[in-house]
Every structure is written in C-alpha cells, then in structure tokens.
Nanobody
Framework: QVQLVESGGGLVQPGGSLRLSCAAS????????MSWYRQAPGEERELVADITGISGRTSYADSVKGRFTISRDNAKNSVYLQMNGLRPEDTAAYYC???????WGQGTQVTVSA
C-alpha cells in the first residue's frame, strides 16, 4: 500500500548538482518522518538525511552536511534531496524511506564522474 517513487538521478560532473524527488502515497504523509539513504556498490546502505513529520526538523550525515538539503512538501506528499557540490564518493543508488513503515522506494542512481 505504501508507495515511494524516486526520480531525479543521473550522471553529473564533480561539483555539480542534482535534485532528487520522492513521491509518496498510501499513507498520511504529513505525520511521518522521511529519510534518504544511499548505497554504493560493495558498501552498506547508509542514512544520508532525514526530516521529521510536521515539525520538519532535519538531520544529515557528516559526509553531506553543508552540501545536501532535505525538504518536504506535505501538500504534494513529496520529499526532496537537493545535492550540491557533488563528489565522486557521492556516487550511489539513492533511496527514499519511511521509517515507520520500513518501506523503501525503488532507488534512483546518482553517478558523479568527470
């Protein structure tokens, strides 16, 4: 029932920017925290950023702090990840996640390469 659909990934040069989107459905979006995770080949899936429901309080992994911004639009049932100053080590599949439902999106690939 819970559905998360990511979009916005792609190939970008180092120093470039991308904006990821996650469209959510199947639950009352406003009340739930949302997260972005990423997973590079051979590595664990790691939490990149999260945002609480209603209050919209955000937190970030140290590796992306100051470069990435998570936001949400409750009217659109969407969460976003603005990624600036991208580095090759940011290359990964990025996943939208609802902690309360342990539900994942399908992932969108971000590749940072010259």
């Amino acid at each position: 029932q819970v559905q998360l659909v990511e979009s916005g990934g792609g190939l970008v040069q180092p120093g470039g920017s991308l904006r990821l989107s996650c469209a959510a459905s199947g639950f009352t979006f406003t009340y739930y925290a949302m997260s972005w995770y990423r997973q590079a080949p051979g590595e664990e899936r790691e939490l990149v950023a999260d945002i609480t429901g209603i209050s919209g309080r955000t937190s970030y992994a140290d590796s992306v702090k100051g470069r990435f911004t998570i936001s949400r639009d409750n009217a659109k049932n969407s969460v976003y990840l603005q990624m600036n100053g991208l580095r090759p080590e940011d290359t990964a599949a990025y996943y939208c996640y609802v902690p309360s439902f342990a539900s994942w999106g399908q992932g969108t690939q971000v590749t940072v390469s010259a």
